[in-house]
């Protein structure tokens, strides 16, 4: 269509849309060397992730890093291969998260929104699908981070990624970055009726909370991260109507030579096990959607250092997916974001 008093020669211009660009963290194309090496060299050479100097980091990340590390995360990353869709399962649950709420915004908004998703790293990238909404029309786009914590090297480096793609466009849209959502009530909620559920209303001697780790120095330097989790785990104990002693918040995937958040989840479930907690669970509720880090790390690693201690009941919790209270947690969200924006009644 044309303006209104355009003269005819004016360029064609996309009825106007409202666009929610959901985003998550990434995944490699493929499980080969090749697919994993072009995943781990952009994760890793990203600044927010690893923060070393480019001349120091980059020769060992090159030199080293690549030529191995490949190998066993393809390794980690096949056992887990969703090989019906080839893809990984963060891929299948992020596109089916994306559909559940793109059904739900067709519903109570019509054509008005476009709903999308995209990866920091690897694709779809938030290049491509920036694009593409543009192009389609959308004039504001609301941006919500699959991180319910916030932390540089996840909310952070997706807006950053966000705001480099903006650069690119000739007439940018309006766009709204969503907080973290780690203390809202019905996010809580929603986690802790996947605990009831996964236990059966039981409650155990402990369920470890893991969170993703990330160094010790980076709290030092201002990062909410660790006390968002902690604030998690205490308003989650609290929604389950636990005692305090019940919930150990704890971090996992820690890598290379410094020290990172403690205590770390592979030493301490291996610790529980020895001093007596043969049963225990485990929740993840710094991840939106099950990946590498829940369902191989987890699953396999961490299990196995319970396990290898003498413990003998491991009850992974899965994250909250697409369950539908979670896509109503992300609507609640999406309402209040759009507010003035669209009518959210």
């Not at 060397?33 to 072009?38: A, C, G, N």
């Not at 060299?41 to 090159?62: A, C, G, H, M, T």
């Not at 980690?76 to 089916?96: F, H, Q």
């Amino acid at each position: 269509m044309k303006p209104d008093h355009a003269p005819s020669d004016h360029p064609e211009i996309t009825p106007a849309k409202t666009g929610i660009l959901i985003a998550n963290l990434g995944t490699p194309d493929g499980y080969d060397y090749w697919s994993m090496r072009r995943y781990l060299n952009e994760f890793l050479s990203d600044k927010r992730v690893i923060d070393y100097p480019s001349w120091k980091w980059q020769p060992l990340l090159q030199g080293i890093i690549l030529t191995r590390r490949p190998f066993s995360s393809g390794a980690n990353y096949k056992l887990i291969w969703n090989e019906d869709k080839g893809e990984s399962p963060l891929m299948t649950i992020t596109r089916d998260q994306t559909q559940a709420l793109r059904a739900r915004a067709e519903a109570e908004w019509g054509d008005q929104v476009m709903v999308e998703f995209c990866m920091r790293y690897g694709n779809p990238s938030t290049q491509d699908v920036l694009d593409r909404m543009v192009e389609a029309g959308c004039r504001r786009i609301v941006f919500l981070p699959l991180y319910p914590q916030y932390a540089g090297a996840t909310s952070a480096t997706a807006n950053d990624q966000l705001f480099r793609a903006l650069m690119k466009q000739t007439w940018q849209p309006a766009v709204r970055t969503v907080e973290p959502y780690f203390g809202r009530r019905d996010y809580i909620q929603a986690l802790a009726a996947s605990v009831t559920r996964a236990l059966d209303g039981k409650t155990p001697t402990k369920l470890v909370a893991s969170y993703h780790g990330m160094p010790k120095r980076y709290l030092m330097q201002g990062d909410p991260y660790h006390c968002q989790c902690q604030k998690t785990s205490r308003l989650l104990k609290e929604a389950l109507g636990w005692q305090d002693g019940i919930i150990d918040t704890t971090f996992q995937s820690v890598f290379g030579p410094e020290e990172w958040l403690r205590p770390y989840t592979v030493e301490h479930v291996a610790e529980l096990a020895k001093q007596g907690h043969k049963d225990i669970a485990v929740i993840s509720p710094a991840f939106a959607s099950d990946c590498i880090e829940t369902l191989e790390e987890i699953n396999g690693e961490i299990r196995e250092s319970f396990e290898e201690a003498g413990g003998k009941t491991f009850t992974y919790i899965p994250c909250l997916n697409d369950d539908p209270a979670h896509i109503e947690v992300m609507m609640n969200v999406l309402r209040e974001n759009l507010g003035g924006w669209i009518a959210t009644g």
